[in-house]
């Protein structure tokens, strides 16, 4: 079965500092993985998927099928960057299975 | 276009009471999505529609949760009787086919319903 697993609920990192928020999935066929993020006050929408190897506001997620993980990283974390990260799996099937987010919190 | 439409943003009801949730998706989409938020479970798939049909509802806790589709542009997300652990924020979503577009895999959600049952 499909499971997708953040260990943190909440993490705390100070302005400029490096952040990576984990993310390990599991899932017997050919994963697609996204992150989701909801910036406070606002809807919950996407964040990057992995197929486009792209980086969006500095935040990047490699896919990495031995360790069954695709963690969201960014070099430089921004207070504006503090919001709720959700990790979600695209199965075979036309759903999206979520973890469980991470609440990060960017210190000044 | 205003995006997913979700009503009531917010509902207070006492145990026992009927809650209907409302979802009006984005024209044009084929599949729509309804999610639980909890903070101890996150977020969770309660059942979706391809076409105004469920295709998979396993998501669905109980009986007393019931959703429809009677056309492309409105959805009901029912439970009757409501009780106190049903209080969670209820999200709607939607997307286009998945072989549409750049875009194509990803879901629009609606601003949601805090839902609280007393």
């Known amino acids: 079965a499909q499971r997708v697993t953040q260990p943190e609920k909440l993490l705390s990192v100070f302005k400029g500092a490096p952040v990576e928020l984990k993310c390990n999935y599991s899932y017997s066929g050919s994963p697609e993985l996204f992150w989701y993020v909801q910036y406070s006050r606002q809807r919950l929408q996407l964040l990057l998927r992995h197929i486009s190897r792209e980086s969006i506001k500095g935040f990047t997620a490699d896919l990495n099928k031995g360790e069954t993980s695709f963690h969201l990283k960014k070099p430089f974390a921004q207070e504006e960057d503090s919001a709720m990260y959700y990790c979600?799996?695209?199965?075979?099937?036309?759903?999206?299975?979520f973890g469980t987010g991470t609440r990060l919190t960017v210190i000044p | 276009d205003a995006g997913v439409i979700q009503s009531p943003r917010h509902e207070v009801t006492e145990m026992g009471q009927e809650v209907t949730l409302r979802c009006k998706p984005i024209s044009g989409h084929d599949y729509l999505f309804w999610y639980r938020q909890t903070m101890m479970r996150g977020l969770e798939l309660l059942i979706y529609?391809?076409?105004?049909?469920?295709?998979?509802d396993s998501g669905m806790p109980e009986d007393r949760f019931s959703a429809k589709m009677p056309n492309a542009s409105f959805s009901t997300l029912k439970i009757q009787p409501s009780e106190p652990r049903d209080s969670a924020v209820y999200f709607c979503a939607s997307r286009t086919r998945r072989d549409r577009g750049p875009r194509k895999d990803e879901q629009y959600f609606g601003p949601g319903t805090r839902l609280t049952v007393t």
């Open positions: 979600a799996l695209a199965t075979g099937a036309n759903n999206l299975f």
């Open positions: 529609f391809n076409n105004n049909v469920p295709i998979d």
